[in-house]
């Protein structure tokens, strides 16, 4: 054990001649990678020895082609983390991470988070977290939040949304996180998402934090439209639950922002957020559908509005808003409860745009009726209602023509968002009779054009596999269609008129 302590040791001595360097890492590295569980002291020696963290620092090793001892180190010390029994209950372990969770390169910030975070959620698992000794760990995740280049603001966030709660209430821990609201607007966001990430586990986290998601409010009274924009996308799980969403209602956030719709005339400068004003009410409509299309009128008389012209700046946020506001059942009944006109002029104005607008302006147009369109458990007769009266005013009747239209475009993304929208609509049954009205729909998803794209190829099979189980067609459809699944997606037809050339006399 001794002779093998005295290996490393004189390996980590070696770390301090440049010349030695790499040679000295890739022992190092080798010899871990082989043990299963190296001892200890050794992962320990490791995890604290000064000069291979600075191998980790590109700007150190600026001689050596490629930064070859950086990503040697890199792996090096994963392996360490990897062997290193990590007890968050340890008084140690903020010590034999502090190194890598400060060090100056990102990627070894993110490693030693990536370690935390998996045996954190190990934890979870088996549902015991267990109590940090001090704050510690948490000051030296929070810094990370600081960090101008890091790759891990997610996984820090992840980190603290674990560990945090344990120790919010502390007031060293409520200083730290005071200190994160004075730096620059990007800090500022990362730790609002943070809180947001905490209010919504409970309406005593969200009371621990109330103190930061104010200062999210505060900042749209901002002049810079960009940060009041990621404020509100920012703030919108806040409404995945009642105690979020009670607390917006408190401090009227949803009343303030709707008002700077209202107010674009007299204010020029907020028709530049309107668009991620749309975004926030229409996010937030998947959770509280009732409180934004019964309660913000002039919020959809505004999307309405957007919906009608033509301007390809606008269209696809307005198109994602309306989507938002129509996937849930809830949504779809209000909005036909409230807007029946409104709902169909739009729905009629999407068949137009399916004629005028780009082909990506257009895909995303398709991609939100699907978002409308899709469901995961059967829908009630009422949906189902809704929902065939308004494809009809997209579609111009009870056909499916305008999507063939743009089936039959160069564009491959395009004919795969107008299958895509197909096959949506045949989950229903009136969208399958839709498909069987339109003259050669079926015989082009029966058809097996060698040219087309496997993707678009296997989203025709599904069409047709939709098809085979439908009543709306005859037996004898039904067996061409059931061949044709059987057959499967990617089959290519035998040529039966090979011409062959008369054999002469041998």
Known sequence: MEMEDNWWVTKLKALESKPQ?????????????????????????????DQ????????ADSHVPKDQAVDVTLE????????????????????????????????????VLASLFKKLLRQLTVGQVLTLPNNELIFLILDELKQPDTQSTSLAINILSIVLPQRISNADVQAKLVQLLKQNEIVRCRAYELAVVLAKKSATLLSDVTFILDAALSELDNDDVLLQASVMELLVPLAEQNHGLSYMERRRVLDIISYRVQRVEEHPLDALLVPSIMKFFGKISVYQPLKIIGGYPHMLACLFMQLQSEDESILPTAMDTLANLATTPQGKILLNMHFSGAMEKSFKKYGSHTKKLSAHIKKRLLNSLDVIYD???????????????????????????IIMDLINTPFPDLQMAALSFLKTICKYNWGIVALKNTGGAVEFLLSRQKDLHR????????????????????????????????????????????????QGNA
């Open 21 to 49: 360097r790499l040679d000295a890492l890739t022992a190092m590295n080798s010899a871990i990678a082989k043990e299963a569980a190296l001892p200890r002291q050794i992962i320990e020696r490791l995890l604290t020895t």
């Open 375 to 401: 469901f995961k458990t059967p829908p009630a007769t009422e949906i189902i209602n809704i929902g065939k009266n308004w494809y009809e005013c997209f579609a111009g009747g009870a056909h499916a023509n």
């Open 455 to 502: 993707d678009i190829k296997y989203m025709k099979w599904q069409i047709m596999e939709i098809l085979s189980a439908s009543a709306e067609f005859s037996p004898t459809e039904t067996i061409r269609f059931t061949a044709y699944v059987n057959e499967g997606p990617y089959h290519v037809q035998a040529d039966l008129d090979v011409a062959t050339e008369p």
């Open 52 to 59: 291979l963290y600075d191998c980790a620092n590109p700007a």
């Open 76 to 111: 090096l010390l994963c392996h360490c983390l990897d062997q290193l029994a990590m007890d968050t209950a340890d008084e140690q372990l903020s010590s034999l991470l502090r190194r890598g969770l400060t060090h100056s390169n990102p990627a070894l910030r993110a490693q």
